[in-house]
């Protein structure tokens, strides 16, 4: 939002905390943060904030919400599976392809082998 001041990264890796400069939350203080600083509006927030984690809490019990380095993680790991399977298919197929001349045997060999890798693949990466 424009005039607050903005959080600079703590660690370049995914999901982890911002952080704030001191002295830029300072400034934005001393001239004047758009946000009412009266006690009452100040509960007020804090209240609608300790609500909105209540239903964050509730909703994490209830399975509804994942936490997001464990989703990255998860992707990442995923992902890995797949590059290396689609990886190895030369490896297996080239001495085999090495000794065909039809152009339609090759085509098969390669489908059955890319089919056959997927199929491993959707194996290895299906969600539990």
């Known amino acids: 939002m424009p ?4 959080p600079v990264k703590a660690s370049q890796r995914p999901g982890q905390p911002h952080q704030w400069r001191y002295s830029d939350v300072l400034r934005w203080v001393a001239e004047g943060s758009p ?6 509006a100040l ?8 609500a909105r984690k209540a239903e964050i809490e509730v909703r994490k019990l209830e399975g509804a919400l994942l936490e997001r380095h464990e989703v990255e993680r998860t992707w990442f790991e995923k992902a890995r599976l797949i590059r290396d399977g689609l990886l190895n298919i030369p490896d297996r197929v080239s001495p085999l392809l ?7 045997k090759v085509h098969q060999l390669l489908d059955s082998e890319l089919r056959k890798a997927l199929n491993d693949i959707a194996d290895a990466v299906t969600v539990n």
């Open 43 to 50: 509960r007020a927030r804090k209240l609608a904030a300790d």
């Open 98 to 104: 090495a000794s065909i001349s039809d152009p339609h």
């Open 35 to 40: 946000e009412p600083h009266d006690e009452r």
């Open 3 to 6: 005039g607050y001041p903005q």
